[in-house]
């Protein structure tokens, strides 16, 4: 709470009680459409034989929804909606605000970012909930019908083509992956198969440097076949097929320290 600022616990002290009412999604996208003072409906508050009626009628120009169906482009929100009155239940629950401050915070930190900490405002206690439904009417049916075509819709269709597309995708001989490959095979193929103990004299001088070695730094280095050369690490090497050093190569232990054991003999 230190970095959005302080929390302003006026509605606390005024012991404000607030609504806490459900509202079916069609309904806050046609409020959002509401211009000038922002004016969405009329809320009536009753008492039938000692309990609260309360419903909300919205604005007739605010009840048409614009469809992507062909058959029915226009569809009109039900303007009547009852509340189904509901406890809290025991449950402490409140309503809080947030605002951004868009001026200097010269006076409240010496940070330099140029703009203020957000402001918490604490509105009011939840004295009571509620739901706001549609009171069934055609209108109603219309738009519930829509909203299940909507969603019964297939993202992605398959479409028969007249004829061939010719802008977008063109064939082509070969790709460029292709290409690639095939150089690479035939530089490889192009290598000459080096007498087998100059080759292990390459090896193990690489194995001097370090201990272990992936198949393609040891073609690099010996510019060797790999077919060729794994026959050759075969009879001197052992290859990691798991733990830290997975998929390299390192020298069978009677091979290690080779210089060593030669000036022992």
């Keep these: 709470m230190s970095d959005r600022g302080e929390v302003d616990l006026t509605g606390a002290k005024q012991n404000t009680g607030v609504w806490l009412v459900k509202v079916p999604k069609y309904l806050s996208q046609q409020w959002a459409k509401a211009s000038g003072r922002g004016e969405v409906g009329k809320l009536r508050i009753g008492k039938n034989q000692g309990k609260a009626e309360v419903s909300f009628t919205l604005n007739e120009e605010l009840t048409t929804i614009d469809s992507s169906n062909e058959k029915a482009p226009v569809v009109r929100a039900p303007r009547e909606h009852p509340f189904t009155m509901q406890t809290v239940g025991g449950q402490t629950l409140a309503v809080f605000t947030e605002t951004s401050s868009g001026q200097s915070d010269a006076e409240g930190s010496s940070s330099g970012t140029g703009t203020g900490p957000d402001k918490i405002a604490l509105e009011g206690v939840v004295v009571q909930r509620a739901e706001c439904r549609p009171a069934a009417s055609e209108n109603y049916m219309r738009l519930k019908r829509l909203q299940i075509e909507e969603s019964s819709k297939p993202h992605r269709f398959s479409q028969q083509l007249d004829k061939a597309v010719t802008t977008n995708y063109k064939p082509v001989a070969n790709h460029a992956y292709n290409l690639d490959y ?8 192009k290598r000459a198969r080096a007498d087998k103990q100059q080759v292990l ?6 194995f001097e440097k370090h201990q272990y070695y992936n198949i393609k730094d040891l073609v690099d280095i010996t510019k060797q ?28 232990p009677e091979y290690r320290h080779y210089q060593n054991e030669e000036k022992s003999d």
Excluded: C, Q
């Design 182 to 189: 095939e150089k690479k095979k035939k530089e490889e193929g």
């Design 201 to 206: 004299d390459m090896l193990f001088s690489a």
């Design 225 to 252: 076949p790999v077919i060729y050369l794994k026959e050759i690490l075969r009879d001197i090497g052992i290859y990691n097929v798991k733990g830290t050093h997975k998929n390299t190569w390192e020298l069978k």
